[in-house]
């Protein structure tokens, strides 16, 4: 049963991002759950990670993430998926996510 479990984990399908949401790298976190990030499309987003997913995704200082901004205020967003290394390198791997400049919002 166990290595039934451990095949399906590796076996996890890439999420890759929605038209209506961005890829980005978490800058500083600020506390009670808001965070600052640095977004692909430029733009310097507050973030705040949703209840359901606070206990379940411990997110850090320059982990990529995926966020999904606000219609009535696009300063703003909230925090839908983190990625994970081996994640990452696929993301770089199929072209969705330009390595250099990903290195470069980390920086």
């Known amino acids: 049963m166990t290595k039934k479990r451990a095949e399906q984990s590796q076996v996890k399908e890439l999420r890759k ?7 980005c790298v978490v800058k500083k976190l600020l506390g009670a759950e808001h965070v600052q990030v640095l977004c692909l499309d430029g733009k310097e987003r507050m973030g705040r990670i949703p209840g359901k997913y ?22 703003k967003c909230d925090v839908v998926y983190r990625y994970e290394d081996s ?20 920086g």
């Open 17 to 23: 991002p929605e038209p209506y949401e961005v890829i």
């Open 87 to 106: 994640e990452l390198r696929k993301l770089v791997e199929e072209g969705i996510v330009d390595k250099d400049l990903l290195e470069q919002l980390r």
């Open 54 to 75: 606070k206990k379940r995704m411990w997110i850090k200082e320059g982990d990529v993430v995926i966020v999904q901004p606000w219609d009535f205020q696009p300063n």
